[in-house]
Structure formats: C-alpha cells, structure tokens
C-alpha cells in the first residue's frame, strides 16, 4: 500500500487519498502510437493544476484518462481512490456522474435546448428528479452569472457565455473534480479570462480543477502546472509530486 | 460564492467501507460534500443512477425535436405503410358492415326454388303444384313465383334495330311478388289487382336505364314482342334477386294473354321462417318436386352476397401485402435515419458518457428514439387511414368500421417496428468510445 503516502501535510498528519493519481501510466494506440509514456502524477483534493504542452503531446489522454473516458494501456489511473481500470461500464458511468464535472472547448450545448434545460441534463444520470434538476440548474446558471439567460438557447448566446452554460452544466453537480479541455480555446480574450476566472473561484470553493490550455498566461496563474510533451510530464510546479515520481521510477 | 464545504475530505472518515475491499483509500468517499449528504447510503457502491421511464422517454424524444424535418419524412415511410393497411381493414370492415346492414334489410330468410337440369341434361320444369305444395309448408311465411317468357323481347319503340334487344328478360308475375322479395319501387307504382291483366309492365332498375325510361307518364311505352306495354312503374335495384334487374315485369294473366306464357314457375322466391331456414332448405326440393327431388335447385340469395364479398378477400389479403412492404420500407428507413442519427452525434453521446450516462442508458435513449420516432408514423398512419376509409365509405355510401384491433394492432406494430429498426443502431451508440467528444481537435 505504498501508495498510501503522507500528501504533503496539508491535511494535516491524516492520510488522505488524493483526487488523482498515475502510476506508470502509458497510453498506447491501437495503432502503436504512444500517447502517453509512464507518467506518474498525483493530484490532491483541491488543487487547481493546469497542464500544458504543445498539441499531440498527450495532454487530452491524460484528461480522458482522469475523466475515466479512457483506460490505461500500462500502468494504474486512480481517481478519487477508485482504480479506473478495474471498474465496470456502471461504476465508471456513477463516477462520471456524481464526482466527476467536464467542460470542453466546443461547448458541447445540445442545439435549440434552452440553457436551463440543458444545464439541468447535468444532473439526469444522478437520478435526481426533474424538479430538482431544473431548481438546481437555476442556481447553477446564477453561479456563473447567466441567471437572466436562463430561458436562452445556444444560438442567442455568446461564445463566452455558452462555455458559462457548459460550466454550469459542469458544476450542477456539485463534482469534486473538475475537469477542462481547452475550455477558452474557442474564446476571446476578454471572455477567455472571464471563463478562467469562474475556475479558480471554483477551485476556491474547494473544487480540485484541471484545466488543459496552450494559453500560457492562463496557465502562469494556475497555482501548479504540469508540462507534457511526448507523452511524459517533463516539468511540474509541485516539487512534492516531482520527487515523488522520482523517488518510483 | 459556490456553497460547497471547504473542509478537505470532510466525509473522508465516514462510514465504512467494505466494499472494494482490495483497494486503498476507498473509505474516502468520492461524492461531493455538503447537501449530498443525503446520499450517502448510496455511495458505499459506485452504482449508476436508474432513469424513470418519464426521464427515458424525455431523453429518447430529445433527439426527435431537434431534428423535426428528418423526423417528419422518416416517420411518413412508417406512416404510409401503416394507413395503407388499416384502410385496408377499414375498408374492407366498412363493406362488410354494408353487407350486414343489407342483409338486416333485406333478410337472410329468402330461399329461391327453380328447375335444374335433368339427369340427362335436359332442362327440368318445376311441377304445376310447387307452389301450391311449398305454401303448405308450416315454416314457409309467403311465397311469389315468376315464369320466365321466352322469345320476347323489349324495345322503346318498333323503330329499335331488332338486335338492341338490350338482353333485357321478360318475366310474367305474382302480385305478392314486391312483397316477398321487399322490394321498392323508384318510380310509378307496383300492379294491382287491375293491371296484372293488362298489358302493363314494371321495369327492373336496369333495364328502365336500358330503355331510357326516367319518369312515367301515361304514354310511357315499351314494346315487348310486338304488343306495346304501359310502363306503371319502375323497381330500385332487387339486391336479393338481382335477375330481375334487367328485366320487364308483366303480370302473369297479361303474360299467358299476350305473350304466349305457359305458366310454368320458372323460379319460386320463398320467404321462411328465419330459425328454421336449414331445415326447410333441406325439405323444399322434395315438396316441390316429391318425383324428381334432384331436378330442383334450391339457393339462398343472401349466401351470394356473402360469397360476393368473400371472394374480395383475395384483394385484400393482396393489398394488406403491399401495405406490409410499405410498412417494411418503412421501417428500413427508421433503421437509416438512426444510423446516421448516430453517427452524427457522436459529440452527444461522448457529452452524455460523460454526463454519467451507462451504456445500457445511451442504448434505452437510442432505442426509445426509434420506437417514438415509429409510434409517431404510426399513429399518423392509423389516423390516414381512417380517413381513408371515411371518405371511402362515404362515396359508397358504406357505414364508417374500423375495428379497433386494427388501430391498436398498428399501433404496436410500429413500436415493435421501432424497436427492431433501432436496435442496431442503439448498440451502436452504446459501443462508441466516448472521448469524441473531449478531443477538442
């Protein structure tokens, strides 16, 4: 149970178990590309990390790795404790849908549904009943500052307030994890750093996010930042996790 | 901002866990904190959420709003097999209500009694006293005879080229005859006791079309042989005894008078009790003929139109077979739309994966998108075809049926339609890996 290990103090002398972690975790294609090459990583329970690289560097499959979309080839993904790998299509779909919160660059809002209901959807595989969901969704979109668009559809909205939606949608849940794809790369500055600001007041609110950007700005004011290229992280803030990975491999 | 505990892992120590015994850490439970906390029974287990049906069937009708033209064409391949064959049905129910209705009209009690042929062939006569000795029946009601007379035909006037003759018959009568067979006169009157013995006629529906006679004056003549005959009245079609359509009614008297009738029934209408009507079928050829029972044929006109109507069973069972490959294509076409629904939406489904959908519920939304999508075409198809049918029957002048097995039979076809056509794309969906739609490429 080596795996077990103090985090760092910040729980204090209690053993905690971290929101995500890698050991030896390599990703290999069907067709033998290597997406990811023995990583190792760990994330504790509220940290906001953003994890950078240049695209192809396997970023993404770390994100679909953590967001159990995708199991390792080699190695052990755990999230929230849980080995992704060992568990069925129902425990991973239950993982998805009450720790887990996802926000993509494209959005992802269904077509003509109106931002409520479509926030609302975030909650329909907890098995919550529909007037919960849709009470919930209003609180969610007041959240993120869209309470007067609530009855809006996709197309009447702005970019940066569609990924509000999808943020919204994301967090309607109440995730411990949230995880972000490039969420302001279909964004423009202005509403790129509004998006980013809703995830650290998140990540304030003890919300553990990862965010995928090649922005380095948005990413120099992560509090940790984890740099992949070809498959490997090549640089992390977090010296703890750093010596960590050396001290395995 | 966001109401959420601040405490790290403040569920952390509570409860224990015992269910994945051989993993670290799992007493740490993933759920969020704070007003979850009401779940908590249900975390031990990572166990997917079940949708009610009502959420199953949101989800499913989700992918049909926002695709309504795709919907609409798809859903009418279904709905023009389904109308195909429950106008089918209906219609064929609306013509057989018609025929019932006729039948309550015009009674199931008729029984004809006429001469067959004899055992050589040669064409029998029916004896003097048939008449007499059927009338003695105790389950006979009242009888009417006609004589069939020979060489004589019809014309408007002697200017007609003699081959015209229309093939229109002449037949000597009773006066009983109208009451027997019930039958109504369109135009004019039937004979009374006066005009049976003159040369007065009474044309059946046709043969009045034949000759043009379309009203009745006092100069209203035809010629029948060489004897010009006061028309009296004109007959409605006789359903029951459809041989005297075409055909001129003088009175027997008149007949035998001016028209060289022997007086031989040349067919005897016999109204029956209507419980005993097997038995007297049975026993009428022998009182008619007691000698040579087997000269006699003995029918029950009712039959006729019963067997009329069976014989467009064929048709229908054809029809029903085109309705069933519309129904086919139909649902082929169900199958299509779903294929490439799935292909489309791909981001979807990948979005609902990750929402926390299994694949058993990508696989219920898919599959109830199918079946919703054909119970839609379904119930437009029963729809059309009522009104099918409605407008048929109205046009023929048929009561409106529609048996409500066919509606609800159709109903449930296309859902089991749906469910087949959506099957395989539903597996589909459900296989998908669900990463296309985080690849933010």
């Given at each position: 149970m080596s795996v077990r290990e103090e985090s760092g103090g910040r729980e204090g002398f209690r053993e905690t178990v971290p929101a995500v972690e890698f050991v030896g975790v390599s990703r290999v294609h069907p067709g033998g590309v290597r997406a990811l090459d023995g990583v190792d990583l760990r994330v504790e329970r509220g940290e906001m990390v953003a994890i950078v690289g240049p695209s192809g560097s396997g970023k993404s499959t770390v994100l679909n790795l953590v967001g159990t979309l995708d199991a390792p080839t080699e190695g052990t993904?755990?999230?929230?404790?849980?080995?992704?790998?060992?568990?069925?299509?129902?425990?991973?779909?239950?993982?998805?849908?009450?720790?887990?919160?996802?926000?993509?660059?494209?959005?992802?809002?269904?077509?003509?549904?109106?931002?409520?209901?479509?926030?609302?959807?975030?909650?329909?595989?907890?098995?919550?009943?529909?007037?919960?969901?849709?009470?919930?969704?209003?609180?969610?979109?007041?959240?993120?500052?869209?309470?007067?668009?609530?009855?809006?559809?996709?197309?009447?909205?702005?970019?940066?307030?569609?990924?509000?939606?999808?943020?919204?949608?994301?967090?309607?849940?109440?995730?411990?994890?949230?995880?972000?794809?490039?969420?302001?790369?279909?964004?423009?500055?202005?509403?790129?750093?509004?998006?980013?600001?809703?995830?650290?007041?998140?990540?304030?609110?003890?919300?553990?996010?990862?965010?995928?950007?090649?922005?380095?700005?948005?990413?120099?004011?992560?509090?940790?930042?984890?740099e992949v290229r070809d498959g490997r992280v090549v640089a992390d803030s977090a010296t703890v996790s750093v010596s960590a990975r050396e001290g395995r491999s | 901002m966001i109401g959420r505990g601040k405490g790290e892992g403040r569920t952390a120590r509570r409860g224990g866990a015992k269910d994945h015994g051989t993993r670290p850490g799992n007493e740490d439970r993933t759920a969020p904190r704070g007003r979850r906390g009401s779940r908590s029974a249900g975390r031990d287990r990572l166990r997917p959420a079940r949708l009610s049906p009502l959420d199953h069937l949101r989800t499913g009708a989700s992918g049909l709003r926002a695709r309504?033209?795709?919907?609409?064409?798809?859903?009418?391949?279904?709905?023009?097999?389904?109308?195909?064959?429950?106008?089918?049905?209906?219609?064929?129910?609306?013509?057989?209500?018609?025929?019932?209705?006729?039948?309550?009209?015009?009674?199931?009690?008729?029984?004809?009694?006429?001469?067959?042929?004899?055992?050589?062939?040669?064409?029998?006569?029916?004896?003097?006293?048939?008449?007499?000795?059927?009338?003695?029946?105790?389950?006979?009601?009242?009888?009417?005879?006609?004589?069939?007379?020979?060489?004589?035909?019809?014309?408007?006037?002697?200017?007609?080229?003699?081959?015209?003759?229309?093939?229109?018959?002449?037949?000597?009568?009773?006066?009983?005859?109208?009451?027997?067979?019930?039958?109504?006169?369109?135009?004019?009157?039937?004979?009374?006791?006066?005009?049976?013995?003159?040369?007065?006629?009474?044309?059946?529906?046709?043969?009045?079309?034949?000759?043009?006679v379309t009203r009745i004056t006092p100069d209203t003549l035809v010629l029948i042989g060489d004897v010009y005959f006061a028309v009296v009245g004109v007959l409605e079609p006789v359903e029951l005894a459809p041989e005297l359509d075409n055909a001129a009614l003088v009175g027997q008297g008149a007949a035998e008078e001016l028209l060289g009738a022997t007086g031989d029934a040349s067919m005897v209408y016999v109204r029956v009790d209507p419980e005993r009507i097997s038995e007297v079928r049975e026993l009428i050829g022998r009182n008619a003929n007691p000698e040579r029972p087997n000269e006699v044929e003995v029918s029950r006109p009712s039959d006729a139109l019963a067997a009329g109507q069976a014989a467009d069973r064929t048709l229908q069972g054809l029809l029903l077979g085109l309705g069933g490959v519309a129904l086919l294509v139909g649902g082929v076409g169900v199958a299509n739309t779903m294929v490439i629904s799935v292909l489309e939406r791909r981001g979807e489904i990948g979005l609902r994966r990750a929402l926390g959908a299994t694949r058993g519920a990508i696989r219920v939304q898919f599959l109830v998108e199918a079946m919703a999508l054909s119970l839609l075409g379904g119930v437009f198809g029963v729809a059309l075809g009522a009104v099918v049918t409605l407008v048929f029957a109205l046009v023929r002048g048929w009561p409106f049926a529609l048996p409500w097995w066919a509606g609800v039979g159709a109903v449930a076809a296309t859902v089991a339609i749906g469910a087949v056509a959506g099957l395989l794309p539903a597996l589909r969906a459900a296989a998908q890996h669900p990463i296309g739609a985080l690849s933010a490429d």
């Open positions: 993904v755990r999230v929230f404790g849980h080995d992704v790998g060992a568990l069925d299509d129902g425990a991973l779909s239950a993982l998805r849908a009450r720790s887990l919160g996802f926000v993509f660059q494209r959005f992802h809002l269904a077509p003509n549904v109106r931002a409520v209901d479509d926030v609302a959807d975030g909650l329909l595989y907890t098995g919550s009943p529909a007037r919960v969901r849709r009470t919930r969704a209003v609180e969610a979109l007041t959240r993120v500052g869209l309470a007067d668009r609530i009855d809006h559809r996709p197309h009447e909205l702005s970019g940066g307030q569609r990924q509000r939606v999808a943020i919204a949608r994301a967090v309607v849940g109440a995730p411990a994890l949230l995880l972000a794809d490039e969420p302001t790369g279909a964004l423009d500055t202005a509403s790129g750093a509004a998006v980013m600001d809703l995830l650290h007041e998140l990540h304030r609110d003890g919300v553990t996010v990862l965010v995928i950007t090649h922005d380095r700005e948005s990413a120099a004011l992560a509090p940790r930042r984890v | 309504p033209t795709r919907v609409v064409l798809s859903a009418l391949g279904i709905a023009i097999g389904i109308a195909a064959m429950v106008s089918v049905v209906g219609i064929s129910a609306s013509g057989r209500a018609d025929l019932e209705a006729t039948l309550a009209r015009l009674g199931t009690d008729l029984i004809t009694v006429a001469p067959g042929s004899t055992l050589f062939g040669g064409n029998a006569t029916l004896p003097e006293e048939a008449r007499g000795r059927i009338d003695r029946m105790p389950e006979v009601e009242r009888t009417a005879r006609v004589e069939s007379v020979g060489g004589a035909n019809v014309y408007r006037s002697d200017l007609v080229p003699k081959a015209e003759s229309g093939g229109i018959g002449v037949y000597g009568v009773d006066v009983d005859l109208l009451d027997t067979l019930r039958a109504e006169t369109a135009l004019g009157e039937w004979f009374n006791g006066a005009t049976a013995d003159h040369p007065a006629v009474v044309l059946g529906a046709s043969a009045a079309e034949r000759l043009g």
